[in-house]
């Protein structure tokens, strides 16, 4: 117990060494599957197994999701959760590099797990399989369900193109499939007797960058077809879908926009007389990073030091930000629900080449290299020296949470 405690950071490091390889496994494994949404059961699976081997319990099919669970060990004392996320995009597979996010918060868990194997300090670790991250929001839904409600703190990280706490607040979001039904017709011989769902979907298109016009600032809004009616110009489309985003600061501005956007959308399909049904496709609040346990996460991030790039170097950035709070930021993460919930705090970990966005294949690319197995092992450590922190130290977490709740 002394020497772990006087050399808590470098036992952390020697420890996820030995489990490194089993771990960046996992990632590997999970970002050939490339699962997406809800889809995910196979990627959770793995996961689960994983840390089933290491002694954990295991609940699947948490708020009514097949693919997500939550993996528990520990019966007494506080409760330390990490969100894990294993969900890829569509088309392009893992372009946010949620195959590393997932496996780092698993490695983290098991460090967590064995540092009280060592010390038989009373707390229990959670960790929570998430899916449908990127659309569907499954945070948001295991939220509602009040799943994270027995949470003391929550960590977790998400791999970035720079080392820094994720501290801005982010936007909140909601998706709605707006689906139009016309009747199909000769477009050259019977055009009269044709009503155009494509047409509706263009005209609604028309009224919403109108509007981009008459809405705040802060506010986002932006869209796919699924179905375009099909690849005859010849025919008269008696089906479309579209695919909308809608952000901004708060969930009601976002409803508020929204009511705007399904007018819209009405007087398309009044104007092509075709048939308009709306389905909405998830949300989730915005992020609010709990500052103290941010703070502390920082803390942990410069004492282990940034990622030996070695000849990579200049593809990679190794500085080690400060933390900026209470900055605008214009995406959108489920975290945010959780983060309403119990104190929570992420970080970037800079394990992503520095000349490339999220969502960009070249991140996929990225996905199975060295450098992003080494940002896996550095943000299971970053959250377990963090999490082993507030655990041991009750004034600490009493601190944290007196603060989340504005005391």
């Known amino acids: 117990m002394v020497i772990i405690m006087n050399n808590l950071t470098q036992w952390i490091e020697s420890q996820s060494l030995r489990h490194l390889e089993k771990i960046t496994q996992l990632s590997d494994t999970i970002w050939s599957l490339k699962e997406v949404k809800f889809e995910t059961q196979e990627s959770a699976k793995l996961m689960a197994n994983t840390l089933e081997e290491q002694g954990f319990s295991i609940e699947f099919g948490v708020a009514g999701l097949q693919s997500a669970f939550v993996a528990s060990y520990g019966e007494f004392g506080p409760t330390v959760g990490f969100l894990a996320e294993y969900d890829a995009l569509e088309g392009v597979g893992h372009a946010c590099g949620h195959n590393l996010l997932g496996s780092g918060s698993t490695l983290a868990a098991i460090l967590c797990k064995e540092y009280q194997q060592e010390t038989h300090k009373p707390f229990q670790i959670k960790l929570f399989g998430c899916p449908a991250e990127e659309s569907g929001y499954g945070k948001s839904i295991m939220a509602a369900a009040g799943v994270f409600d027995d949470v003391d703190i929550m960590l977790t990280w998400h791999p970035n193109n720079f080392t820094q706490i994720w501290a801005d607040e982010t936007l909140a979001v909601r998706q709605a499939e707006f689906e139009f039904k016309g009747i199909a017709s000769h477009a050259a011989g019977a055009p009269e007797l044709g009503r155009s769902a494509l047409d509706a979907c263009e005209l609604m298109n028309v009224g919403v960058n109108y509007l981009r016009e008459h809405v705040l600032p802060s506010v986002r809004m932006h869209y796919a077809y699924l179905d375009a009616g099909g690849p ?176």
């Open 232 to 407: 005859s110009a010849n025919v008269v489309q008696e089906t479309a879908k579209l695919y909308y985003f809608i952000r901004d600061e708060t969930l009601a501005g976002v409803n508020e926009v929204l009511e705007r956007v399904e007018k819209i959308a009405q007087g398309a399909a009044l104007m092509t007389e075709t048939t308009l049904d709306i389905h909405y496709d998830g949300l989730c609040k915005s992020y609010h990073a709990n500052q103290e346990l941010s703070k502390l996460l920082h803390e942990s991030l410069v004492a282990l030091g940034p990622i030996d790039y070695g000849d990579q170097s200049s593809d990679y950035d190794s500085k080690i930000l400060e933390p900026i709070f209470e900055q605008k930021g214009m995406v959108s993460t489920d975290v945010g629900d959780v983060s309403w919930i119990t104190p929570t705090a992420q970080a970037f970990i800079a394990c992503e080449p520095i000349k490339y966005p999220m969502h960009s294949i070249q991140w996929t690319e990225n996905g199975t290299t060295k450098i992003a197995h080494l940002g896996i092992k550095k943000a299971g450590e970053a959250l377990a020296l963090t999490a082993i922190k507030v655990m041991n130290d009750s004034s600490l977490l009493e601190s944290i949470q007196a603060s989340f709740k504005g005391e």
